[in-house]
């Protein structure tokens, strides 16, 4: 788009990481915003049900990579003792080391089956759907688009998580 819509400039310093590049993420870019490029390009973001079985990469355990957030620091940025080592309010983290306390280049860490990288961790992606509580909406056939009323005031959800979020509320 020839913009850069990030909060974090190229270059920059977070702590001990290396300085931002181009190839970390965009962290401050609206829904609105994701669906206009992406639109220009003939496509949209996916459902919450398609970004879902995307990030699981066929697998039947909590996370791809098995049950167990101890290996969190494998495969994704998340809230680790790296980062509570910068951030002393924090209490509940893994305890592992995914190498930085603030976000990581795109593709840093292992894929998932499907080859996905950045599924867990890092930032959190948009998805097409506005919330609407599971009990009162029917997810779309084909996509699982989820149908129900929306309001002016809905949020859309976005899922992945990211650097800064405690990986055992999800």
């Avoid at 290396?18 to 003939?42: Q, W």
């Amino acid at each position: 788009t020839g913009k850069r819509p990030s909060t974090y400039r190229v270059g920059e310093r977070h702590n001990s990481d290396p300085p931002i590049t181009y190839k970390h993420p965009v962290e401050s870019v609206s829904a609105l915003e994701c669906d206009e490029v992406l639109r220009d390009a003939g496509l949209c973001l996916p459902t919450e049900s398609q970004w879902e079985y995307a990030c699981g990469g066929g697998a039947s355990t909590f996370w791809f990579f098995g049950n167990d957030a101890k290996d969190l620091p494998i495969y994704g940025n998340c809230r680790d003792l790296c980062y509570v080592r910068s951030n002393s309010l924090v209490h509940t983290y893994v305890d592992g080391n995914d190498g930085y306390t603030f976000t990581a280049p795109v593709g840093s860490y292992t894929p998932n089956p499907f080859g996905l990288c950045d599924m867990v961790g890092n930032v959190g992606e948009w998805c097409r759907d506005y919330w609407v509580s599971y009990e009162d909406c029917r997810p779309a056939p084909g996509d699982g688009l989820r149908q129900g009323v929306v309001t002016p005031h809905s949020e859309r959800i976005f899922r992945g998580g990211s650097f800064q979020e405690n990986p055992f509320n999800h």
